[in-house]
């Protein structure tokens, strides 16, 4: 009987190593590996504010979660008195706000204060990592708030602006703000363990989507709360005008996995639009022609963008981040009409 218990307590211990703890210790250092570090956008994507005519900087500080100071930005055209509303941008993984200057500019040109700022552990934010997914929406909200408690942006329509990470945080943050006037997420995603666990599929094969439940877990106790929000079960449940612009072709964030998927539970929603692109990859507000040039160019000479030699692939994000031809201003358009539609339907 004695030896029976022992064998039975060793094969206990045995199964939880193997089904918990390896796992999980697995997917904890897979986690920080990937988000435990800052980040600083590269030089030679960022934009300086004196090359845009018409374009005035206010710095404006705010605090996030762990009192850490993010440093956030509120943008303007001078010969707007009465602007539209107010557009909060948040931006994707790899960069902070000011590779977005372009997108910004074209919306303060067009009549809207636009409020930016860079993320936790992004560029001139506080924070000795960007933490997670997570933190983008924690960031966002607070961030939302500021502008909410801010007297210069009282009575003004607030809307949001979104890219990739930021598309994914523009849907999550709605659960705490449902009187968001407008919502444009582009290339985004809907749950934070679904992209770690595309892009380390595709990375690390089939075995890989085995830790996702451990992520999840993980991001649970860093994140509390935030980590449970889902962008379907948020929309299924919110008023909020969104639009949704997504690319067949985006090899960042799967087409199929998330904006074929909002489109199929909601697109017969009054409150919701939704456009699909061909051949414009993760950045469809990239000039077409520019892009499809570059794209061609890359696959003759390389097979992909990631098998590019780093030198060369500055050269390249060079070029597509010239400011001459970096905005497709047809696609600029489509966001700026949407968000003006639903101003006027406000004010009707």
Do not use: C
């Not at 449902?178 to 809907?190: C, K, L, N, Q």
């Not at 780093?310 to 497709?328: A, G, P, S």
Request: proline share 3%.
């Amino acid at each position: 009987m004695k030896q029976r218990k022992k064998y039975l307590v060793i094969g206990l211990i045995t199964s939880i190593f193997i089904f918990f703890v390896i796992p999980m210790t697995s997917s904890v250092i897979i986690y920080e590996k990937q988000f435990g570090s800052r980040n600083e956008t590269p030089q030679h994507l960022k934009y300086e504010v004196f090359d845009f005519e018409n374009l005035e900087q206010i710095p404006a500080y705010f605090k996030s979660n762990h009192n850490q100071l993010l440093a956030g930005y509120v943008y303007t055209n001078p010969e707007v008195v009465h602007p539209n509303g107010v557009i909060i941008v948040a931006h994707g993984l790899g960069a902070g706000h000011n590779t977005y200057l372009p997108e910004i500019y074209y919306m303060t040109q067009n009549g809207y204060t636009v409020f930016a700022y860079d993320g936790t552990g992004n560029d001139e934010s506080e924070g000795k990592s960007i933490v997670g997914l997570p933190q983008a929406v924690i960031d966002l909200d607070y961030a939302i708030n500021y502008v909410k408690d801010d007297e210069q942006f009282d009575g003004l329509p607030i809307m949001l602006y979104g890219h990739s990470m930021g598309g994914y945080a523009v849907i999550a943050v709605l659960n705490h703000h449902s009187d968001i006037t407008a919502v444009v997420e582009r290339s985004g995603f809907y749950e934070s363990t679904d992209i770690i666990d595309e892009l380390g599929g595709q990375m690390f094969g089939s075995v890989f989507h085995l830790l996702k439940p451990y992520f999840r877990l993980y991001e649970q106790l860093k994140f509390g709360e935030y980590a449970s929000l889902n962008g379907l079960e948020v929309l299924a449940n919110t008023n909020v005008n969104v639009m949704f612009m997504h690319s067949k072709d985006d090899e960042v964030i799967s087409y199929d996995q998330s904006f074929s998927k909002y489109e199929a539970l909601f697109g017969t929603r009054g409150n919701f639009k939704f456009i699909s692109y061909q051949n414009r990859g993760h950045d469809v507000v990239v000039d077409e022609r520019l892009n499809q040039t570059l794209r061609t160019q890359i696959e003759e000479e390389y097979g992909s963008y990631h098998a590019m030699p780093k030198e060369t692939r500055q050269m390249y994000d060079e070029i597509l981040y010239e400011l001459e031809k970096r905005l497709d201003l047809s696609v600029m358009q489509q966001i700026i009409d949407f968000y003006n539609q639903w101003i006027v339907k406000e004010y009707e």
